[in-house]
């Protein structure tokens, strides 16, 4: 089975394709060209994985791109006249900036906070742990000038640090942050 063969049942499969692009500037001129389109390709927003050392420089074209298709970036690269070779790789992960991606994010998310919460036995969302406010007290409202109105003290939850909030019902008055001076209970 040729390259081309083999691409092409890895297009059909449920894989990505991604391209590891080796570069190798033969002189001072096709490094320079080089650094100038990555300077260029930054500024319009196009983001890779890449690498270098003493043999050249490697752009990896897969999950990690961003701005911009493969294709795109190859043609630019080819523009620049350096040589280079490419790898196709497969990979599961899609091309960032897809529905298709945005979809893979959301389920990585879930696993992750399922597996956080079976973890730590604390609910968590978006890998942060998670409760829902509770109240556990009534103040009197300092910005209120009815006598009998009674504030509302609300531990917030562990997202929010456990914050202790002060909201009157009466007035509409809220401090989010009432709990950080504990001498006020």
Known sequence: MNAFEQSWLMMKADEHLYYN????????????????LELQLAKEGITFD?????????????FSLRGATPNQ??????????????EMTAGDVPYDGTEERS???????RVRDERLTLE??????????HSEPEVIGHHPCPN??????IGVLI???IQHDNKISLNCTECGYMD????????RF
Not at 120 to 129: F, S, V
């Open 120 to 129: 730590t036995g604390q609910t968590h969302i978006d890998g942060k742990p």
């Open 176 to 183: 989010m942050d009432w709990g950080d001076d504990n001498d």
């Open 144 to 149: 209120c000038n009815e006598p009998d109105a």
């Open 50 to 62: 890449s690498g270098g050392g003493l043999n050249g420089r490697d752009i990896h074209l897969d």
């Open 73 to 86: 970036v190859l043609q630019r690269i080819a523009d620049i006249g350096v040589p280079y070779e490419i």
């Open 155 to 157: 531990r917030e939850g």
């Open 21 to 36: 692009v080796h570069l190798t500037p033969r002189n001072d001129e096709e490094s320079n060209r080089l650094y100038q």
């Open 103 to 109: 979809d893979y994010d959301r389920k990585e998310r």
